[in-house]
């Protein structure tokens, strides 16, 4: 189901948002290599790409895919704007605040970021003119990804770890905490575990993706999201609004956010929170967070990395003890943490298929 | 996020202004939200469609076509200060309406609330 969906959101975001050369282009890509389709990169004046599954592939006018430029559909200028429009609805003052932080959320809890000329009023960036470039990356909820993680956070029935997510970018730890926050607001059967009230501060709009104040992923039926708010003050507003029993935050690493988090363990809230990091030393490296993995810290660390392409992830005590080691088999499933699949069409199988299509169209006609 | 200009129109059209209007408004909001076109040509459609009975001569109905033309296109201070000059320029119209009062008895009161419209297109 997951693969059909995927397709009918992406059908709906091709018909609501792209001009129409690069809609023609893109919806000549077929419905499996769409499946391994992670980003459209649309830049004025140079040729319309994509990233399938982490590779870097040209697309030409009718669809076809190649790694060479010469045969991929050539972006204009006004083919920019008129995307970038179509982005904002019409009314760029509306996403202003969107615009100024470098991306705008899209229904379906799609991103696009963007690039242009900034334009600053003292210190804070006022807006961004000139639209040049715009990378549309596609949405996608794992559901099941962290179960074997989520296990090995469980302190009872009704309760778990505070917990901390390391990796260097790209390795998958919002994608890991957003199953998280849907596993611990639903609860688990298997697992005896009660589901707990969770509030997630999603700074960057990422974990819920949030379009007009709905939440475009599923985080839980116990699941509250204060969107676009600071970690240091979101974390104080649930406390005192909210009565969480864990409070979920993406990538910490200001230094207000350190006061934040001591405030929620003061209050008995539990944290689960991600931070760029290479591994648990480099992260006590950090000034001010680096503390919170400390004696008296985070009581479980998950580490999250890829070695030759195979993603793997490494639980461990507060005290740096391995609790388990989970890997996986490829690098675009999540192996150990939940297969994920796209209906009959295995990822495996999918990939293979892409490199022959690519391979028989790299001379268009 | 701010309200974007489809819901916008649809607004003033049901709940800030009244008469003949309102199904512009509407209509233009309607427009924008389907065929994802920008704010200028939803306008002169939902005018050509919907606005075919308001009073208003040829050179008024010139300078209301250009109304949605910039709305949209810019950041917040920009669209304020485009809404401002669309306001002043609609009360110039008023005013000569005014004055030509016992020719066009209805068409200052048209004019008037149009200009009330382009003020809170950006507030609500």
């Given at each position: 189901m997951q693969g059909k969906?995927?397709?009918e959101g992406f059908n709906k975001l091709l018909s609501t948002y792209l001009p129409d050369r690069i809609k023609k282009a893109v919806s000549g890509i077929k419905d499996e290599y769409i499946n391994e389709l992670e980003e459209i990169r649309v830049r004025s004046g140079l040729p319309l790409m994509g990233v399938f599954s982490g590779a870097d592939y040209f697309i030409g006018a009718e669809g076809y895919l190649s790694q060479n430029p010469q045969y991929a559909l050539n972006i204009t200028e006004k083919e920019v704007n008129t995307l970038f429009l179509l982005l904002c609805e019409q009314s760029i003052y509306a996403y202003q605040d969107d615009i100024i932080r470098g991306f705008v959320t899209l229904k379906g809890g799609h991103r696009a970021g963007i690039c242009g000329t900034v334009v600053y009023e003292g210190d804070n960036i006022k807006a961004i003119k000139d639209i040049s470039s715009i990378n549309i990356r596609f949405s996608r909820q794992?559901?099941?990804?962290?179960?074997?993680?989520?296990?090995?956070l469980i302190r009872n029935r009704q309760d778990i770890y505070n917990t901390l997510i390391l990796s260097p970018p790209r390795c998958g730890k919002t994608t890991v905490l957003r199953d998280l926050c849907r596993l611990i607001s639903q609860g688990n059967d298997s697992n005896k575990f009660e589901g707990l009230r969770t509030a997630v501060v999603d700074e960057r709009s990422e974990l819920a993706a949030s379009f007009r104040g709905v939440p475009q992923n599923d985080l839980g039926p116990r699941t509250d999201v204060l969107d676009g708010c600071r970690k240091s003050q979101g974390i104080e507003m649930m406390l005192r609004g909210m009565a969480p029993q864990v409070i979920i935050v993406d990538e910490l690493g200001a230094t207000g956010d350190v006061d934040a988090v001591k405030m929620a363990w003061n209050a008995g809230v539990r944290i689960i929170a991600t931070a760029h990091a290479f591994g648990l030393e480099d992260f006590k490296r950090r000034l001010g967070v680096g503390q919170l993995a400390a004696k008296d810290g985070f009581e479980r660390i998950v580490i999250l990395g890829m070695d030759n392409g195979k993603r793997w992830a490494k639980v461990m005590d507060e005290n740096g003890n391995e609790l388990s080691v989970l890997a996986q088999n490829n690098r675009m499933s999540y192996g150990l943490y939940g297969e994920r699949s796209y209906g009959n069409?295995?990822?495996?199988q999918a990939r293979r298929e892409t490199a022959c299509y690519i391979?028989?169209?790299r001379n268009p006609p | 996020m701010g309200v974007p200009l489809f819901a916008a129109f649809k607004n003033i059209g049901k709940e800030r202004i009244g008469g003949i209007w309102s199904e512009v408004f509407i209509e233009c909001g309607?427009?924008?939200k389907e065929q994802h076109?920008?704010?200028?040509?939803a306008w002169r459609m939902a005018i050509e469609s919907k606005g075919v009975n308001i009073p208003l001569n040829e050179s008024d109905w010139q300078e209301l076509s250009d109304f949605g033309e910039m709305l949209g296109k810019s950041d917040r201070h920009n669209q304020e200060?485009?809404?401002?000059l669309e306001k002043e320029n609609l009360e110039m119209m008023e005013s000569k309406a005014k004055e030509a009062m016992n020719t066009k008895g209805k068409l200052y009161k048209n004019l008037g609330a149009l200009s009330g419209a382009a003020a809170v297109i950006l507030l609500i």
């Open positions: 969906d995927r397709i794992i559901k099941g990804c962290a179960c074997n993680v989520f296990h090995q069409h295995s990822v495996n391979k028989a169209h | 309607n427009v924008m076109i920008d704010a200028g040509e200060s485009i809404l401002d």
